[in-house]
């Protein structure tokens, strides 16, 4: 992984030294003194801390021969004297750095009534979160784009700087000549008028004092003949996929219709049409003189019972009733034989007058 150099100045305003350094990096709060070489039973070391709201706590002490630290969770494991400070080197390492770890440090160095105070001003520098880069506006020959950037984290201030990748030889690195920046947003860059030639690679770089980060956008500039074309050969395929679907749907709604007229034709009943002639199926011989006999035995079972039914008639109408004389019947013939009966009709009977008993 490459490392990024990043400058920074250290600077003695009388006792204050002023430090900036990179998060993630090690840093080294100088302190110096002589005073524990005589008694170094009565050295007292104290490393105090004012953050940038205005408080103050001790970060780390030395007292009768002990070192006391009152860190925080996010400080422990961090923060530590960096050297021997009993041989006068009572320096403060931190490592690594935090942007919580910035503000003004104070070491105070005690010993047999001797103070020696040193103070140092930490300033954590962060470097910008990775941009992101956008784009505005329609991408077709004549139309203006506007080209975004922008990091969501990083140390005040935050320089852009938009160019051209060079992609191919002979392509300028430089915005096209009609761009223009947008000075209230740095980030911010116009296309002006894009031709074809505008098409190709740009891309921002977001950069403060800890370092620098970018990201990249493609500008792909559309021919205006082009995107009609392309519009109109849609266009017709969807029309012909459309047309096809309708008559695809017509053949079927029209089977369909002739399938349901056939099924249809034959429960259909006629008004004028003639009723279904029963086909005669010829007998056989043997059953053909079996069939005449039966009807042969019936027609005669039918003309016995025919004259057994008038007789019976006759004989009721002939029976006398009580109370009544006997009625006197004759036949009347050509010649008037009573020897030999005759076959009785009801239509030759006369009746005689009746007579009072």
């Known amino acids: 992984m490459m490392k990024i150099r ?19 990096e090690k840093v080294t709060l100088p302190c110096h003194h002589q005073l524990g070489l005589p008694e170094k039973d009565t050295l007292d070391i104290e490393w105090l801390l004012t953050d940038n709201e205005g408080n103050q706590k001790v970060v780390i002490t030395y007292s009768s021969r002990h070192v006391y630290s009152n860190l925080t969770e996010e400080q422990k494991g961090r923060v530590a004297f960096a050297s ?10 931190i490592e690594p750095l935090k942007p919580s770890d910035e503000g003004r440090y104070s070491c105070k160095v005690k010993n047999s009534g001797r103070y020696v105070w040193s103070h140092v001003i930490l300033k954590v520098l962060v470097r910008p979160s990775k941009p992101k880069c956008e784009l505005e506006g329609e991408l077709t020959e004549g139309s203006d784009v506007t080209l975004q950037c922008e990091s969501a984290s990083g140390t005040k201030p935050i320089m852009y700087y938009w160019q051209r990748i060079r992609e191919k030889e002979g392509e300028d690195e430089h915005l096209p000549p009609k761009s223009r920046i947008d000075y209230n947003n740095p980030g911010r860059v116009l296309l002006h008028n894009l031709t074809m030639a ?40 969807v029309a012909g996929a459309l047309l096809i679907f309708l008559l695809v749907w017509l053949l079927i709604r029209r089977k369909d219709k002739e399938r349901y007229e056939e099924e249809e034709r034959p429960n259909e009943i006629r ?45 009721t109408e002939a029976a006398p009733q009580p109370g009544l004389a006997t009625h006197a019947y004759s036949l009347v013939g050509p010649e008037g034989r009573a020897s030999e009966p005759k076959k009785v009709h009801h239509a030759t009977l006369t009746k005689a007058e009746p007579h009072p008993a």
């Open 198 to 237: 505008s098409s190709g690679l740009y891309q921002c770089t977001a950069g403060n004092e800890a370092g620098k980060e970018s990201c990249v956008v493609r500008v792909t500039v559309q021919y205006v003949q082009s995107i009609g074309m392309v519009a109109g050969a849609v266009t017709g395929m």
């Open 271 to 315: 008004e004028d049409a003639e009723a279904p002639k029963a086909r005669l199926v010829k007998p056989s011989s043997s059953s053909s003189g079996s069939r005449s006999s039966r009807s042969g035995s019936s027609s005669t079972r039918s003309t016995a019972n025919s004259a057994s039914r008038s007789q019976r008639t006759l004989s």
């Open 84 to 93: 021997n400070f009993l041989a006068g080197d009572a320096s403060l390492q």
């Open 6 to 24: 990043v400058s920074y100045y250290i600077g003695t305003l009388g006792t204050h030294t002023e430090i900036k350094r990179v998060a993630e």
